[in-house]
């Protein structure tokens, strides 16, 4: 057995620590498994690939690989004033950034969203972030020199967190899907969708577009839609009538669409099922004029919904 003061009782107990470390952090936290079952405590902890410790592999091998090649003797680049133990710390705090929800930070920073610092269950993250920082402590002690090429530590953090907000810049749709709410009348249906406001001629092409991929035909609900555009991304989550600048009106009885500026009232239009209700339409004339059509709605629409519940009932 080797004593803890030789190089070979350090290395042992290097692995003794480091290994676990992150399934420890986990466990404490109530994290699961890869897989969503099981405490991560024990399946971080099995190096096999049907468990969450294999992706702690690769960051263990080349953190362990630094502290048993660092030595006692250490070299210019690798001592305390040197370069490993900002690169170290600097990868230790890119892992940390992995485990924030950054979309949820750029969000807070470019729309009204309220800001909230929120821990995202990242695995490898976490794996990244304890096996680095480790790896500093242990070669870097509690008494390093502090030098200019600290600079890096923040630099590489910074540089990751500037590459993810890039990236979420430009994956950010003009027109960001909101909420799905009904309405109290049935077939009535409410969508909420966030965009930068602008006048509806400038970007009535799109909007409708997108009004018209999610038209009350292919709900197989909806009868009458709502699409309100808000400037307001919060009031895009939560169905709030905050910052709507445009709204679009879809029917599926085949009228034709409305768009206006602000909110406008797209329900004063009665539906099929509005009007079947009140005894305005004889179901019996609709499906047999379906049943004789060629060109008849598709399933989803109201009148064959009708129609099929008719004939159940029979």
Known sequence: ???????????????????????????????????????ASID????????????????????????????????????????LGPVLLGVSLC???????????????????????????NALALFVTTDALL?????????????????????????????????????????????VLHGEARGDQMRWIYAKPQPLREFEDAALRHALAHAPEND???????????????????????????????YEDGSGPILGEGRLDCFAHASFSERLAAGRIDLDAVCEALAASKSAPGDGRAEARACRRRAARR
């Not at 290097?14 to 498994?33: D, E, R, T």
């Open 135 to 179: 790896a500093f402590l242990w070669t870097q002690g509690a008494r390093f020199r502090i030098t200019p090429r600290w600079a890096l530590a923040l630099a590489l953090p910074l540089l990751l967190v500037g590459l993810v907000f890039a990236h979420e810049g430009k994956r950010t749709p003009p027109l960001r899907p909101g909420i």
């Open 220 to 250: 197989a609900i909806a009868e009458d839609t709502a699409f309100f555009f808000t400037s307001s991304a919060t009031a895009a989550e939560r169905g709030t009538p905050d910052g709507i600048f445009a709204t679009i009106c879809l």
């Open 1 to 39: 057995m080797p004593k803890v003061g030789t190089r070979a009782g350090l290395r042992v107990l290097w692995l003794l620590v480091a290994w676990p470390a992150p399934a420890v952090i986990a466990g404490l936290a109530g994290w699961n498994g890869i897989w969503g079952s099981g405490s």
């Open 44 to 83: 971080y902890l099995i190096p096999i690939p049907v468990a969450g410790g294999v992706l702690h592999v690769p960051s263990f091998l080349l953190a362990t690989a630094v502290v048993f090649a660092h030595g006692r003797e250490a070299t210019p680049a690798t001592g305390r004033g040197g370069w």
């Open 95 to 121: 892992g940390l950034a992995g485990l924030v929800d950054l979309e949820r930070i750029f969000r807070a920073l470019t729309t009204d969203v309220p800001f909230r610092l929120r821990v995202e269950r």
